[in-house]
């Protein structure tokens, strides 16, 4: 952001938690950081009376506590309650907060799954793929919004595919970038099903599904370069079958949480 004008000095004995990402935040200063770099994810864990009340009693932010719980009252939108905080803070700048409200106000004009889609990928940027995963189900299988290009949720089934990836449930990534693909047609998006594949499948399974397949063929050299790639950057040492121990441990852990 930049431009930082004024530091607080009170410290919250009791932290304000925001559950879903398991972060902790002591100081104004962390909130703003928080809500400036998580915009799409602002949701009822920051817009709430628990919030008002946690600036009034361990930041002594009484002034703001108060003005927040008003805006509340109001059944304000979640800009006027964020942008409240922000210059009632006095810890940024008026350019900074203009360009946080023109994102804000980009937000409020777009449809709801490409809002659901921004939120999943920022997820996704910080991590939280558990958490992003279920947000992508939710768009492919919720009510399609015909308004949105064709290709929307070709790119959300490709989302999808690369969370499930993360998570070593390659089967499940496979099936989602096949998805994509037919409806993209994106050469990318083939290649990661055939990575996925290659994966998820048996030896004989996967040449077997190569076989009579010029396109998947001639793909299967940068497949294989590709994997001998992320195996080199984990560890160049690690044994192929210690590597795929732990693939399927995980993939055990994970499904044990009901997200596939």
Known sequence: ??????CHKKR???????????????TIEELCYYICNNLYLIDYT????QLCDWIGRELEMEELSEH???????NCSMEQFILTILRESTIY?????????????????QKDVERAK???DSLMQSREYESAVLVYQAIVGGERDDSVDKKFYGKVYASLGAAYGRLFLYEEASKMYEAAYEICEEPEMLKAYLYCCRRAMPEDKYVKM?????AFLSMDPQIKESIREVRREIDPDLPEKKLDQWKKEYRRIDKNTGIC
Do not use: C, F, W
């Open 210 to 214: 190569l076989s009579g397949n010029p």
């Open 68 to 74: 927040l719980k008003a805006e509340l009252r109001k």
């Open 93 to 109: 700048a008026q350019s900074d907060i203009n360009r946080i409200q023109n994102i804000l106000e980009r937000l409020q004009n």
């Open 12 to 26: 919250a004995k009791q932290p304000y938690v925001i559950s879903r990402v398991h972060m902790k935040i002591y």
């Open 46 to 49: 920051i817009i709430n009376h």
């Open 118 to 120: 921004h939120k999943a």
């Open 1 to 6: 952001m930049g431009s930082l004008i004024l």
